[in-house]
C-alpha cells in the first residue's frame, strides 16, 4: 500500500508541476500574442503566414538555432517576420534588375543565419545562347562595320571635294600642257 501511495503521491506532484509550468508558459505566450510553443510550432506558424518560405522560384531557409532564439526572444521574432515579409518584393527588385542587364535568374538562395546575419546567393545568366541570338548579335555587328565604313567612304570624298574647290580642272590641264616640253636627247 505504501508503495501505491507514494506513486499515487508522485503522479500528482508531476501533475501539480506540469499545471503550474502550462500556466507560466500559456502567459508567456499570451504576452508575447504567439500561438506557438516550440521551434516546431513556430517553424509552421511562419510557413503559413509567409509564402516566401514555400515558394519554388526562390529558397528561404532559417538558421534552427536563429528560431530557437526567436521563440524565446520577441526582438529576434519581429526581426525575423520583419524580413521575412520584406523578402517577396525584394525579390521583385532583383527579378527587375536582373532583367535590366538582359540576364535571368537561374538560383536564388536566401539564409537566415542569426539575428542581423542574412545570405543572398544569386546565380544568373546573362544572355541567351540559341543560335538565333548570335546570329543576331553578329548580323548587329556586321550592320555597324558596313555604316562605319560608308561614314568614311563619305568623309574622304567629302575631304577630296574641299581640296578641289576653287580650281578648275581642265584650266589646269592646259597651263600644264603649255608649259610642258618634250626633251629629246
Not at 508567456?28 to 509567409?50: E, I
Not at 515558394?55 to 526572444?73: F, M, Q, T
Not at 536582373?98 to 535571368?104: E, L, N, T
Not at 541570338?133 to 567612304?153: D, F, L, M, N, V
Amino acid at each position: 500500500m505504501a508503495i501505491a501511495g507514494v506513486n499515487n503521491y508522485t503522479t500528482y506532484a508531476n501533475y501539480d508541476t506540469d499545471i503550474l509550468q502550462n500556466k507560466k508558459n500559456t502567459n508567456n505566450k499570451q504576452a508575447a500574442g504567439r500561438t506557438y510553443g516550440d521551434v516546431r510550432g513556430y517553424r509552421t506558424y511562419l510557413t503559413g503566414k509567409y509564402s516566401c518560405l514555400t515558394n519554388s522560384d526562390y529558397s528561404v531557409s532559417i538558421n534552427s538555432s536563429l528560431l530557437e532564439k526567436a521563440v524565446r526572444d520577441e526582438k529576434t521574432s519581429k526581426w525575423l517576420e520583419y524580413n521575412l515579409s520584406l523578402i517577396p518584393k525584394v525579390m521583385d527588385n532583383i527579378r527587375s534588375k536582373v532583367a535590366a542587364r538582359g540576364s535571368r535568374i537561374l538560383s536564388c538562395s536566401i539564409t537566415m543565419d542569426g539575428y542581423d546575419s542574412m545570405t543572398t546567393i544569386l546565380v544568373t545568366k546573362y544572355g541567351d545562347d540559341s543560335e538565333t541570338a548570335r546570329e543576331k548579335s553578329e548580323e548587329k555587328i556586321k550592320k555597324i562595320k558596313e555604316e562605319k565604313e560608308t561614314e568614311e567612304k563619305e568623309a574622304e570624298e567629302r575631304r577630296l571635294e574641299e581640296l578641289t574647290v576653287g580650281y578648275d580642272i581642265d584650266l589646269i590641264d592646259k597651263v600644264l600642257d603649255i608649259h610642258a616640253f618634250d626633251q629629246k636627247i
